[in-house]
């Protein structure tokens, strides 16, 4: 069994429609006894919270449930757990590689974009202060990029 995570600064907006885009594909390809993914934000300002409204509604139009609920990122737990921990942006990168305490959560950490295939971003920005537009491009990122780490975890 692989566990991924995928962290946001919130956990409400772009690392729960990753959790969701991700288990989408689980399904898909039947690999539900080989992988499983969850979500954390950096911040915890929104712990407890579900996913935001907005986002919920963006994720439905393309047929993902975002169901998570929002909790910190737990340096104590979480590197031991998981083995690919994924940020959306380069400060989440740092923010997780801030809280790394060997060399072997180090090479836990990967950047979200990194995986994608078809799309040429360096992250997945932020939606939460923006319009429609920027919900929209989080899932088009995020479909590219589950794809290619689906890909990537394979190749392992
Ligand atoms: P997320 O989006 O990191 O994709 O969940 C945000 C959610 C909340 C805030 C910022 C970003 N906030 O400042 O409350």
Redesign the pocket.
Known sequence: MKEVLFV?????????SAEAVFNSLIEKYGLAGELQCDSA?T?A??AGEPA?YRMRQFGKKRGYNLTSISRPFNALTDFYRFDFIIG?DRQNVRDLKASAHKESDLRKIYLMTDFCVKSKYDSVP???YGGAAGFELVLDILEDACEGLLQHIHQD
């Open positions: 946001c600064l919130g956990n409400i907006c772009r690392s729960p934000g911040a300002y929104h935001d959306m932020d939606p939460y």
